[in-house]
Nanobody, 124 residues
Framework: QVQLVESGGGLVQAGGSLRLSCAAS????????MGWFRQAPGKEREFVAT????????YYQDSVKGRFTISRDNAKNTVYLQMNSLKPEDSAVYYC?????????????????WGRGTQVTVSS
Protein backbone atom coordinates (compact mmCIF):
# COMPACT_ATOMS: atom_id res chain seq x y z
CA GLN A 1 0.00 0.00 0.00
CA VAL A 2 1.52 3.29 -1.12
CA GLN A 3 1.14 6.14 1.33
CA LEU A 4 2.02 9.80 0.80
CA VAL A 5 1.84 12.25 3.69
CA GLU A 6 2.28 15.97 3.10
CA SER A 7 3.34 18.46 5.76
CA GLY A 8 4.63 22.00 6.07
CA GLY A 9 1.60 23.99 5.04
CA GLY A 10 0.32 26.97 6.97
CA LEU A 11 -0.48 30.65 6.97
CA VAL A 12 2.13 33.06 5.66
CA GLN A 13 2.18 36.68 4.56
CA ALA A 14 2.72 37.61 0.92
CA GLY A 15 6.40 37.55 0.10
CA GLY A 16 7.09 34.86 2.65
CA SER A 17 8.29 31.28 2.26
CA LEU A 18 7.16 27.78 3.11
CA ARG A 19 8.72 24.38 2.57
CA LEU A 20 6.38 21.49 1.94
CA SER A 21 7.44 17.90 2.50
CA CYS A 22 5.92 14.68 1.27
CA ALA A 23 6.96 11.44 2.93
CA ALA A 24 6.39 8.28 0.91
CA SER A 25 6.13 4.68 2.01
CA UNK A 26 5.04 1.35 0.61
CA UNK A 27 7.09 1.18 -2.58
CA UNK A 28 10.51 1.81 -4.04
CA UNK A 29 10.37 5.60 -3.86
CA UNK A 30 13.53 6.23 -5.84
CA UNK A 31 12.22 4.53 -9.00
CA UNK A 32 9.34 6.88 -9.75
CA UNK A 33 8.64 10.45 -10.68
CA MET A 34 6.90 12.68 -8.15
CA GLY A 35 4.72 15.73 -8.58
CA TRP A 36 3.10 18.55 -6.68
CA PHE A 37 -0.38 19.81 -7.56
CA ARG A 38 -2.67 22.34 -5.95
CA GLN A 39 -6.36 23.07 -5.79
CA ALA A 40 -7.96 26.32 -4.74
CA PRO A 41 -11.64 26.58 -3.75
CA GLY A 42 -13.89 26.46 -6.79
CA LYS A 43 -11.03 25.64 -9.13
CA GLU A 44 -9.71 22.50 -10.72
CA ARG A 45 -6.59 20.80 -9.48
CA GLU A 46 -3.57 22.17 -11.31
CA PHE A 47 -0.01 21.08 -11.90
CA VAL A 48 2.70 22.86 -9.92
CA ALA A 49 5.95 20.94 -10.34
CA THR A 50 7.37 17.51 -11.11
CA UNK A 51 10.68 15.77 -10.61
CA UNK A 52 12.10 12.66 -12.23
CA UNK A 53 13.13 9.56 -10.31
CA UNK A 54 16.76 10.71 -10.10
CA UNK A 55 16.03 14.36 -9.49
CA UNK A 56 17.83 15.21 -12.70
CA UNK A 57 14.78 16.63 -14.46
CA UNK A 58 12.34 19.14 -13.06
CA TYR A 59 9.46 21.06 -14.62
CA TYR A 60 7.27 23.83 -13.30
CA GLN A 61 4.05 25.63 -14.02
CA ASP A 62 4.92 28.99 -15.55
CA SER A 63 3.41 30.97 -12.67
CA VAL A 64 5.78 29.43 -10.11
CA LYS A 65 9.00 29.33 -12.12
CA GLY A 66 11.79 31.14 -10.29
CA ARG A 67 9.85 31.08 -7.01
CA PHE A 68 9.29 27.37 -6.29
CA THR A 69 11.85 24.57 -6.25
CA ILE A 70 11.05 20.88 -6.21
CA SER A 71 13.65 18.45 -4.88
CA ARG A 72 13.84 14.95 -3.50
CA ASP A 73 15.91 12.92 -1.08
CA ASN A 74 15.63 9.28 -2.09
CA ALA A 75 17.44 8.14 1.04
CA LYS A 76 14.65 9.69 3.11
CA ASN A 77 11.82 8.78 0.70
CA THR A 78 10.81 12.43 0.72
CA VAL A 79 10.05 15.06 -1.89
CA TYR A 80 10.08 18.77 -1.10
CA LEU A 81 8.58 21.93 -2.50
CA GLN A 82 10.37 25.11 -1.46
CA MET A 83 8.07 28.04 -2.05
CA ASN A 84 9.48 31.56 -1.96
CA SER A 85 7.99 34.98 -2.73
CA LEU A 86 4.53 33.60 -2.07
CA LYS A 87 1.51 35.41 -3.44
CA PRO A 88 -2.13 35.30 -2.33
CA GLU A 89 -2.96 33.45 -5.56
CA ASP A 90 -0.72 30.60 -4.39
CA SER A 91 -3.26 29.83 -1.65
CA ALA A 92 -4.59 26.30 -2.13
CA VAL A 93 -4.46 22.77 -0.85
CA TYR A 94 -1.19 21.29 -2.08
CA TYR A 95 -1.01 17.60 -2.95
CA CYS A 96 1.93 15.39 -3.72
CA UNK A 97 1.56 12.47 -6.06
CA UNK A 98 3.63 9.64 -7.44
CA UNK A 99 3.55 7.90 -10.77
CA UNK A 100 3.87 4.25 -11.61
CA UNK A 101 6.63 5.25 -14.04
CA UNK A 102 10.02 6.98 -13.80
CA UNK A 103 9.34 9.83 -16.23
CA UNK A 104 7.80 13.18 -15.44
CA UNK A 105 4.39 14.45 -16.52
CA UNK A 106 2.18 17.47 -15.88
CA UNK A 107 -1.02 15.43 -16.28
CA UNK A 108 -2.77 14.64 -13.01
CA UNK A 109 -4.50 11.52 -14.33
CA UNK A 110 -1.10 9.92 -14.99
CA UNK A 111 -0.26 9.90 -11.28
CA UNK A 112 -1.32 6.73 -9.53
CA UNK A 113 -1.12 7.70 -5.86
CA TRP A 114 -2.00 10.88 -4.00
CA GLY A 115 -1.59 12.31 -0.54
CA ARG A 116 -4.40 14.00 1.36
CA GLY A 117 -2.98 17.47 0.94
CA THR A 118 -1.74 20.33 3.08
CA GLN A 119 -3.31 23.78 3.21
CA VAL A 120 -1.28 26.83 2.19
CA THR A 121 -2.78 30.23 2.84
CA VAL A 122 -1.02 33.42 1.78
CA SER A 123 -2.38 36.65 3.21
CA SER A 124 -2.04 39.97 1.44
Amino acid sequence: QVQLVESGGGLVQAGGSLRLSCAASGRTFSSYAMGWFRQAPGKEREFVATISWSGGSTYYQDSVKGRFTISRDNAKNTVYLQMNSLKPEDSAVYYCATRAAPGTTRIASEYAYWGRGTQVTVSS
